[in-house]
């Protein structure tokens, strides 16, 4: 008899911990991580706009890091032409300079910088105002204040990729120019 209720408080115990309220779930599963994709510098720029915001892998060689602050990666392929920028996460250290030559497998999220006339705009007032800002694709240095004053907004650098940026719209008949670069979430340096 001892035997058999022991047996029914099991069953009991189990049939209620398995009949409990299920969690409610939208159909949109966040439990599974997605594996990186694989990319290359060859086919980088190709395949990026499928993959703006999702993780990549892309192994390429140190093509030049920036020695200003080290936060940008510059990755080639011996082999292939192309070139893929990579920039350092918010929480990751900087790129080491010394590193420039090595091989790296870097794994990261695809972004997406729009140019297009509001961008352009935008760019146009923060230089007149004189916020020298590197948020924005080249540029080269800033005017001097003679320059400024002098009216040479032509001969600025950033004036003049602003320039070559509305060139490249109207001369591929389109409103905005899409370009590709990856955050580093973490990297490797393969030091064969």
Not at 163 to 185: C, H, P
């Amino acid at each position: 008899m001892k035997k058999l209720f022991a047996l029914s408080f099991v069953a009991a115990m189990m049939i209620g911990c398995s009949s409990g309220p299920k969690p409610e779930s939208n159909g949109n599963s966040n439990t599974a991580i997605e594996a990186p994709v694989e990319v290359t510098v060859a086919n980088f720029e190709e395949k990026a706009p499928e993959l703006v915001g999702k993780l990549i892998v892309i192994k390429g060689t140190a093509d030049h890091i920036c020695k200003h602050d080290g936060k940008k990666l510059f990755l080639i392929d011996t082999i292939s032409e192309g070139r893929v920028k990579i920039t350092t996460g918010e929480d990751m250290a900087a790129f080491n300079s010394e590193l420039e030559g090595y091989d790296f497998v870097v794994t990261g999220l695809v972004d997406e910088t729009i140019v297009d006339e509001a961008y352009l705009q935008e760019w146009e007032e923060e230089i007149k105002a004189g916020i020298e800002e590197n948020k924005h694709l080249g540029g080269g240095e800033p005017m001097t204040a003679e320059e400024k004053a002098a009216g040479q907004h032509l001969d600025d650098p950033a004036y003049e990729q602003i320039k070559n940026y509305r060139d490249q719209m109207a001369e591929k008949g389109v409103n905005k120019l899409s370009f590709y670069a990856i955050t580093a979430v973490s990297y490797e340096v393969i030091k064969d």
